[in-house]
Nanobody, 118 residues
Framework: QVQLVESGGGLVQAGGSLRLSCAAS????????MGWFRQAPGKERELVAR???????LYADSVKGRFTISRDNAKNTVYLQMNSLKPEDTAVYSC????????????WGQGTQVTVSS
């Protein structure tokens, strides 16, 4: 079992920055693929970024060059640094974990609201 708790959301003006954190429980955190997802009102949930145990990263086209995902296995924490934020980045952001050989993210945090004002 992995429990995930996000923090760092809030209200920011367009062009600003926020850093989200996701603290994980469990001794096997380093073996999981970690992802950040977001869901805006009326829209489907989308994968924003993910990072493997070997620090390989993948980003949605909409955030490439603006967002950076990273992990600190010693602290059981994954981060999402968000720069040059846009109003369309407004959403509930959630972190999730999946096993390396699985395509399904089976563990989820409760989510944190990010609101970008124009």
């Amino acid at each position: 079992q992995v429990q995930l708790v996000e923090s760092g959301g809030g209200l920011v003006q367009a062009g600003g920055s926020l850093r989200l954190s996701c603290a994980a429980s469990g001794r096997t955190f380093s073996s999981y693929v970690m992802g950040w997802f977001r869901q805006a009102p009326g829209k489907e949930r989308e994968l924003v970024a993910r990072i493997t145990s070997g620090d390989t990263t993948l980003y949605a086209d909409s955030v490439k060059g603006r967002f950076t995902i990273s992990r600190d296995n010693a602290k059981n924490t994954v981060y999402l640094q968000m720069n040059s934020l846009k109003p369309e980045d407004t959403a509930v952001y959630s972190c999730a974990a999946r096993r390396i050989m699985s395509r399904v993210y089976e563990f989820w945090g409760q989510g944190t609201q990010v609101t970008v004002s124009s």
